[in-house]
């Protein structure tokens, strides 16, 4: 029996595995290493905590001391000290269950992960006077998920991650729990960020635009699903009838970029698309289907190189030569199928013109005949790779184990679309027709927009985090804006007044034209001349004018928060008029807007008139007035008259969802107009300066797009805030009751 160097407390549990535990460990480990590896394990004896931590560390600590080295010992016993202060000491049988479990290659990247379980346990406990008191719901959650987090993303992405999750979701149990299991749709997107490699979205614009220069091809490309937890990323691209699909990320490999290793597939599938016909895969063999697939791949390989040389060196990087094949005689491998490696070696030797064998130098022979001719075909390639299949077929090839290892073409996609099948299947249809789906109900709503939010506190986006959604305001009575008209008609008349000096002069004449306002006599003579001598004549004859030098697109968005609801209860000085008695912000507003409309009518302006609340960062509404192809008639008019205000202002997501609206117009001044009568707020966020930094972020990528954004604020204390979102393009009315004759003044102000 043998006896350990060092002594301590051991638990009845321990006694059955004790020296089995040493002797393995002395096997694995130098003398002095043991003695700290024991010295800890009876450290953990003397916690109070039962069996179960010193047990787990006596069966894997020395396999963990092993891989990383000693070095670990140090931190992880100052973690576990720290842990068992706290009301989580509990957990600390779990930390040493999962920790020899995780990806950890160095002791910094394991004292980097017990730092984050210390930062969450602390921020997410019970505490009262900066006590904690309870032991936190989340540590658990992060233990069990920590090792399919860190087999996605290194460990200082991680802890990105985790203090994102903590930032937004701290004080909320239930949500940070979900947040740490990626079950909710911002803990994915913030995850996927912090994944290494290039993500599809950042070079889907490039991909886009090479296809279209080189193929001509103008289709969607999407990402992959995602595998599930547990399964290895096998999944390979493929073409489907709507477009293409790409891995969700990739990262350079052997040499070879992200991006380029993305244009590979893309250049393959657009191949596939140009030069493949599908065949008929009933009666074929699952062998005879993978040997077609294999020899179809380098002829659409070999095109590619002769349309652009430039693809070989990435080519040849990534299809390295692949390993010898195993002599299918000897006893370790008789049980093994060497199929796929075969096929690796073929599709080699086709792709760099270097035959490995007799086989290999027939197929070369006859592909590299096939292709002088011309593109040829699928149906060529067919029968190519039977051809090799007849010759080259063992009887090993039937044996389940197959060996995969360095037979994946890293480009290649999974040729799906190569193959059609004519019978589903053998089985006859006993059970008759099936019963009829039920109709699908028409969706009520268009699905949402998702939009990022700016964090100042990490200098960050929050991707995907506000869902917008698009709806046609209801529509009440045009008479109730006519009736808002009559009362404001001294301001419209001044209006008037300011319009036609305003009002472009330079009117250009449209001549030649099928419909016109006048006759074109020059055209109309000519064509009485034709017809006088037989000839058919043109019979655009008409003449057209339209303005020139005046080409304005402008989008008033108005904020419809609860506050608009409020009475005005500031009643003008002497002489300047002052609000009538039940008149509230809304209503004002809507006056306003109303005699906006009228003036960027007459001046020929195009505008859209667009409302906007939130409930929270899961529903932002914007209800559509007026739309920039409509007249400013009674429908628009009584859609304005039923605009309500309600919930609150989450203005930054608002900002960029009526950018993406007027970023779409030609125009030679693009203006978006922001009506509001108080800061950006909702109920879910409780630091106030949050959402004005996301509004002041907004403006700067609306800037970016070459946008003028301007705000006109009803808010006396819009100067605390105001500047830092808009600068000096904002205008502060301090009268609510003046709004009716400003805002149209201060539009032709913004576009004299």
């Avoid at 195993?326 to 008789?334: A, E, G, M, N």
């Amino acid at each position: 029996m043998l006896a350990p160097q060092r002594t301590g407390p051991r638990f009845v549990e321990i006694d059955a595995i004790f020296e089995t535990c040493v002797a393995q460990a002395r096997k694995r480990l130098d003398a002095d290493t043991v003695d700290a590896w024991l010295d800890l394990a009876f450290w953990l004896g003397r916690l109070g905590r039962g069996a179960e931590p010193q047990r787990q560390w006596l069966l894997q600590g020395a396999e963990l001391l092993e891989r990383l080295g000693p070095a670990l010992l140090a931190p992880l016993r100052d973690a576990l000290a720290v842990l068992q202060k706290t009301p989580d000491g509990r957990a600390i049988g779990d930390l040493l269950t999962v920790l020899p479990a995780l990806r950890l290659s160095t002791v910094a990247d394991a004292a980097g992960w017990l730092a984050q379980v210390l930062e969450l346990q602390r921020r997410s406990s019970v505490a009262i006077h900066h006590r904690a008191i309870d032991p936190s719901a989340a540590l658990p959650v992060f233990l069990a998920e920590s090792s399919a987090l860190l087999a996605r993303v290194p460990v200082e992405g991680l802890g990105r991650w985790l203090d994102a999750g903590l930032r937004l979701h701290g004080h909320h149990p239930d949500r940070l729990a979900e947040f740490l299991r990626r079950q909710s749709p911002d803990s994915r997107a913030l995850f996927s960020r912090e994944r290494p490699g290039l993500a599809l979205v950042d070079g889907e614009r490039r991909l886009a635009l090479t296809l279209r220069a080189l193929w001509a091809l103008d289709e969607p490309i999407l990402p992959l699903p995602e595998p599930a937890e547990g399964e290895a990323v096998t999944a390979l691209p493929y073409l489907e009838a709507d477009g293409l699909r790409l891995p969700e990320r990739l990262e350079a490999r052997a040499g070879v970029s992200a991006l380029q290793r993305y244009r590979l597939m893309a250049a393959h599938l657009a191949g596939h698309r140009r030069w493949s016909q599908p065949l008929v895969a009933d009666n074929w063999s699952p062998m005879q289907r993978l040997a077609v697939e294999t020899v179809e791949d380098a002829r659409i390989d070999v095109l590619l190189l002769r349309r652009f040389p430039g693809l070989g060196a990435a080519m040849c990087a990534l299809h390295p030569p692949p390993p010898a094949d195993p002599d299918d005689s000897t006893d370790s491998q008789r049980r093994v199928s060497t199929l796929r490696l075969r096929l690796a070696r073929l599709s080699h030797a086709l792709l760099t013109g270097e035959p490995g064998d007799d086989a290999e130098r027939d197929v070369l022979d006859r592909f590299t005949t096939a292709l002088a001719t011309g593109e040829s075909s699928s149906r060529d390639m067919a029968t190519l790779a039977l051809a090799w299949v007849a010759r080259s077929r063992r009887q090993s090839d039937q044996f389940a184990q197959v060996i995969f290892e360095g037979t994946q073409v890293d480009w290649r996609d999974d040729n799906r679309h190569l193959w059609r099948f004519i019978e589903a299947g053998d089985e006859e249809d006993t059970l008759g027709d099936p019963p009829p789906r039920p109709a699908e109900a028409e969706p009520e709503e268009l699905p949402p927009r998702l939009y990022p939010e700016w964090d100042a506190a990490a200098l960050a986006y929050r991707p995907d985090w506000v869902k917008v959604y698009d709806r046609l305001q209801p529509a009440g009575r045009a008479a109730d804006i006519d009736a808002l008209l009559a009362r404001h008609h001294d301001t419209e008349r001044d209006l008037k007044r300011l319009l036609d000096a305003l009002k472009p002069q330079d009117r250009v004449r449209l001549r030649h034209q099928e419909e016109g306002s006048e006759l074109d006599l020059d055209r109309a003579i000519a064509a009485l001349g034709d017809l006088r001598a037989g000839i058919l004549p043109d019979t655009r004859v008409q003449m057209s004018h339209r303005t020139d030098g005046r080409d304005i697109a402008v989008l008033l968005l108005m904020d419809l928060s609860a506050s608009v609801n409020d009475p005005v209860n500031d009643p003008a000085p002497a002489g300047e008029g002052a609000a009538e008695p039940g008149e509230t912000v809304l209503s004002l507003s809507r006056a306003a807007v109303a005699l906006l409309a009228g003036a960027i009518a007459t001046l020929g302006d195009r505008l859209a008139i667009v409302g906007f609340h939130s409930d929270t960062r899961q529903r932002v509404d914007l209800l559509h007035v007026k739309g920039f192809g409509e007249a400013w008639d009674d429908a628009p008019k009584a859609r304005l008259a039923a605009v309500q205000g309600a919930f609150s202002t989450r203005m930054g997501a608002a900002l960029r969802h009526a950018g993406e609206l007027l970023s779409g117009r030609r125009a030679d001044r693009r203006l978006l107009l922001l009506l509001t009568d108080g800061r950006p707020s909702d109920v879910d966020v409780a630091d106030p300066e949050h959402l004005v930094a996301d509004a002041a972020q907004a403006v700067h990528e609306l800037d970016a797009q070459g946008l003028y954004t301007h705000c006109i604020s009803l808010d006396a204390q819009a100067d605390t805030y105001v500047g830092r979102v808009f600068g000096a393009r904002c205008s502060v009315i301090d009268r609510v009751a003046q709004l009716p004759r400003r805002l149209p003044e201060i539009f032709l102000g913004l576009t004299r």
